[in-house]
Every structure is written in C-alpha cells, then in structure tokens.
C-alpha cells in the first residue's frame, strides 16, 4: 500500500511570474542545498528537515519549540521524485530508509516517530541511513534548555487552547496550549475533515491548512477529550508581472492579488522579498511589507520593478505576525 501526505507546506511562498504563467514552489530554497543535501527550514511552528535523494527526498517534521524534557511526537513524509517515471519504485526505496533521532532509529515507512528529550540534550541530531545502514544525510536540531512556562493551569479547559484565524492555504498552521505531545491523543478537523498532523510538543501542534480552503472554514480541536471550536481563514496570495526575459532597462508593474479575506476583523501585513535581485530591483526595496485591509475578500497591490539583467523575476511572499 502507497500512502500519500502532504507535500506542499510553504508559509512562504517562492513565485516565478511572468505575463501569462505563475509558478509555485513548495520550498523556497530547494535549490539551495547543503553538501549532505540535508536542508531544515522553519515554517508554521515547526522544524522541517528535507534530505534529498536521487529517488526523492524524506522530510522530517518536528515543533520548533523543542525543550529539555518534553515528549514530543514527529512525522516523516516520503516525496518520491515524480520525474523518474518509476514512482512507485522510488517511493518504496524511501520507505526502506531508517530516519535516526538522536541515535533512536525509526523505520521511514512508520512515517511517525515519538521520543523524550533528555534533560541534558541541547541538540537533536537527525540521520537519514539507506536500507543498507549508509548515511544520506544528517543535520542537527537546537533545544531549548528549560520549557517556555506552562500556557495553561493543569486542568485544561477550552479556554486554555488558542487556535489560528488564518494560515496560508496549504501550509502549515498551529493551535498552542496544554497538549501530551502525542498526537494520537490530537485530532483538528477543518469543515468537519480531518487534517494531516505534522507534529506536536508539549505547547503546540502543527497540522496543514487545506489546500482547497480559501476564505473561512470552521476549525475543531480535540486534545484528550477537549474540544474548542472557531473560524479560520485560508490565504492565497500571488503575484504576476509583465517582466520581459532578455529585456533591461525598463520599468515594469508587479501585481500582488491576496483572495480569502472574508470576515477578517484585523488587517494583516504581507512581507514581499525579491529574491534574484541580480535580475531587478523593487522600487522602493527588495524587501517591502504592505498592510492588506480586510474589509472585503480580496485586495489588489501594485509595485513596480526595474529589470538591470537578463533573467527570470521570483518573489518570496510571508504574512507577517
């Protein structure tokens, strides 16, 4: 059996644009490798760590709140390299791995992991070995040494919970509170779905904000018998340009369009990054962040751009807390 998860988890996302096409990466700097190929980025409260194969890679999710002495549990995403043509092939060669926590070894294909970080431990180190016990990649994971202080009293009620009023459609989202820092004790469900739960500590749980959801939906959390419900609204924000490839020294328009909006009470900021400043440049800086008003359930942002270099125009695009 082929089980599928997630694969797209950007809180930021990495837009190519042109005139007519858009294009949306799930890690912003995929390209950016390590000489291990082992790449951890943070994103939506938690650690994900990507160890790049030529059969795919294997991301390990974990909250980014570690502490000394939570218990704490994590998931492991096989994402098979469609591009080979032997999917299945690929995906049960990464399933074959054994991804190392701190020396503890959990068969990938368990796809989660628990484990008790030590009083004493002020890093967890990760490995990702072959079938054959050869080392694909490592990378090491910072713990804090005492826990952040108690978000609640002992006894939780609802009111102990705080859920998210909006996440990046498709990305990672988190509830904070008292929880086991076992997500089977966990379930968050979206318009009455269940959602994919990427990890969870003593103070939080990560899970994804559906792809489809685009303006409000109603979120539950249930943690050990307790429920708290509210309203959560999925963001998409893109960009297009009329960039022209080859062409320099003119000045072009950069069109910000954020849809989703609805029955948001408070505006929001949207951080905009111009990631090949080598190509162009922002007027008025590479790195802006704009207020998006949230009186209706869309908003449109022009800025413009000069082009100083052949080249593709990307983008790397946040919402700002």
Known sequence: MHLKFPTCKTVGLCVIATSTLIYFF??????????????????????????????????????????????????????????????EA????????VI?????PTPVSQHKFKYVVPASQSLITLILRNSAGVQIGTTKIPVSPAPPAETSASEPTPDSYHLPTYSSSGSPAQCTGPFSGDFANTQIKVDDKPRFIYCESPR?????????????GQIELTERGITKRGTMNGLRATIKTQYRHGTV???TAIYVHVDGLLGLKTPLKLKIENTNPGTFTMVGGNVQTISV?????????????????????????SWVD
């Not at 690929?90 to 791995?97: K, M, P, R, S």
């Not at 190392?100 to 503890?104: I, S």
């Not at 008003?293 to 125009?313: F, K, Q």
Request: hydrophobic share 30%; charged share 20%.
């Open 293 to 317: 008003p949230t009186g209706s359930s869309t908003y449109d942002y022009t800025l413009s751009a000069n082009s100083i270099n052949p080249g593709r125009t990307t983008f790397k695009l």
């Open 249 to 251: 020294g003119y000045t």
């Open 26 to 87: 799930q890690h912003p700097f995929a390209k950016a490798e390590s000489p291990n190929n082992t790449i951890t980025t943070t994103m939506g409260g938690a650690y994900f760590t990507d160890f790049y194969t030529n059969k795919g890679r294997v991301e390990v999710c974990l909250p980014d709140d570690l502490s000394a002495g939570d218990t704490l549990t994590g998931s492991v995403i096989v994402v098979p390299d469609e591009k080979k043509g032997k999917r």
């Open 100 to 104: 190392e926590v701190a020396g503890e």
């Open 90 to 97: 690929a995906e049960d060669v990464l399933n074959g791995c």
């Open 204 to 216: 939080k749980v990560v899970f994804k904000c559906p792809s489809d959801l685009v303006g409000p």
